[in-house]
């Protein structure tokens, strides 16, 4: 999969946490997604999984929380990219796919564009800590707001957030689906190691 490749990343920020939430990170500006004419609702173990996008790319996908889809319901109005988004969702819940090779594409700041490219090439399997991100993007010391680009991550599972750890592998928090418990049951689905 092909993520947009971010220009240079402001100065570190001083605050080394590294919460999972876009609340946490007041120095990022939230992602504006882009427009989209597509619609599709997928069913999965994690729940229901809409995706959103065009004839080229998708754009935005969401896993059902316990209120519902953000933007409500809507009837499906697939695309072809729709149609094979979740025809690779189902291979990687049925344990055939490590990895997703349709379009994606991604508004967001440049910081939070350098942080999804970092997801991007986590390997099925392995994880990253928040430091690590921050070290790989030139702001070490940006804990806040690595975790806040890491929660705001418009695709997760096309790009894997759920393979973010802290650096003694716990599970700090996840903001799609149901939140820990979804991230756990993708890290298990996996085979990843984490408490």
């Known amino acids: 999969m092909t993520s947009t ?27 504006v997604a882009p427009p ?17 996008g065009d004839d080229e790319a998708v754009t935005r996908l969401e896993i059902e929380t316990a209120q519902g889809f ?13 149609e094979r988004a979740a025809s690779q969702l189902r291979e ?27 997801l991007d090439a986590i390997p099925f399997g392995e994880v990253r800590s928040y430091g690590e991100l921050g070290r790989a993007t030139g ?9 806040g680009a890491v929660g705001a991550n418009p695709v997760p ?7 973010v750890l802290a650096g003694d592998r716990r599970i ?8 820990v418990p979804t991230k756990a049951w993708l890290l298990d689905h996996e085979g990843i190691a984490h408490r």
């Open 5 to 31: 490749t971010a220009p240079a990343v402001p100065a570190p920020l001083t605050d080394s946490t590294a919460p999972e939430s876009a609340a946490a990170a007041p120095a990022v500006a939230p992602a």
């Open 36 to 52: 989209t004419t597509g619609r599709l609702v997928v069913d999965s173990p994690l729940g229901r999984i809409l995706l959103l």
């Open 70 to 82: 953000r933007g409500g319901e809507a009837p499906d109005a697939p695309t072809a990219v729709l």
């Open 92 to 118: 990687y819940f049925a344990g055939d796919r490590h990895d997703f090779d349709v379009p994606i594409r991604l508004g967001g700041t440049a910081f939070q564009r350098a942080i999804w490219a970092e």
């Open 139 to 147: 702001r070490a010391t940006a804990g806040r707001a690595v975790g």
């Open 157 to 163: 599972l096309l790009v894997p957030c759920h393979r």
């Open 172 to 179: 700090t928090g996840y903001s799609a689906g149901r939140g």
